[in-house]
């Protein structure tokens, strides 16, 4: 079956520490999408993808890095850079007329 | 910039009446796209519903329809016949489209909460 895969579905990170949220991808999918959530808050855009070793700054992109070397692959870094960076974390990636899909999330916190 | 107001943080129902929630937008582009996600506490988001800016009708999925009034810049979303399972929160989106390409980036509302009383 088609979908988004976002692992590990929990992170704990320590202070100075980066981390990589894997987000990958079997739909074919140009575009793809990091949302930030913090509790009882909307999406913010971290960063976003339309198209292979290309990527774009979202709302909320410092202290995070992203790559896309495959169209199948979205990873987000979050570096130590990033103040507060315990939340919600999911992905998602865009396809025809209005076909998003979101990954299941991980959930980061900080130790 | 476009933008996204849900002015209820919070949404009571009673099992098996309708309820409404509100969604206004704001945007500069003739051509967009308006969601509503359900989102419960294991924390997917599920597709709901989509109307295009340009849809002459107001889109129905089954009990959700969306009431699209465009000069109003309002898409609330109607639920009919809640159901326990209802209970979650809501977000309402919009979609820009970028560079004539069909899955430009998702700005999202604050969220609705919504509790369904038995």
């Known amino acids: 079956d088609g979908g988004i895969t976002q692992s590990p579905k929990y992170l704990f990170r320590k202070e100075g520490q980066n981390v990589t949220l894997s987000c990958e991808q079997n739909?074919?999918?140009?575009?793809m999408y990091w949302y930030r959530q913090d509790p009882g808050q909307g999406l913010r855009l971290i960063y976003y993808?339309?198209?292979?070793?290309?990527?774009q700054k979202g709302d909320i992109a410092e202290g995070y890095s992203v790559s896309r070397e495959k169209k199948e692959s979205f990873p987000l870094t979050v570096t130590s850079a990033q103040k507060n960076p315990t939340a919600f974390y999911l992905c998602?990636?865009?396809?025809?007329?209005?076909?998003?899909?979101f990954g299941s999330g991980t959930r980061l916190t900080v130790v | 910039a476009q933008k996204i107001t849900q002015t209820q943080p919070g949404m009571f129902v009673q099992e098996k009446e309708a309820v409404t929630l509100d969604c206004t937008y704001d945007t500069s582009d003739p051509s967009y796209g308006l969601f509503w996600y359900k989102q419960p506490s294991s924390g997917e988001m599920i597709f709901l519903i989509y109307q295009g800016s340009y849809d002459q009708q107001n889109a129905t999925e089954g009990r959700y329809s969306l009431n699209f009034q465009k000069a109003r810049k309002s898409a609330n979303l109607v639920i009919s016949a809640s159901q326990l399972g209802d209970s979650a929160m809501y977000f309402c989106a919009m979609r820009e489209y970028a560079g004539g390409t069909s899955y430009g980036k998702l700005t999202f509302g604050q969220g609705t909460i919504l509790t369904v009383h038995p």
């Open positions: 739909l074919n999918h140009d575009a």
């Open positions: 998602c990636s865009g396809g025809a007329n209005y076909g998003y899909t």
């Open positions: 993808s339309q198209i292979v070793n290309d990527f």
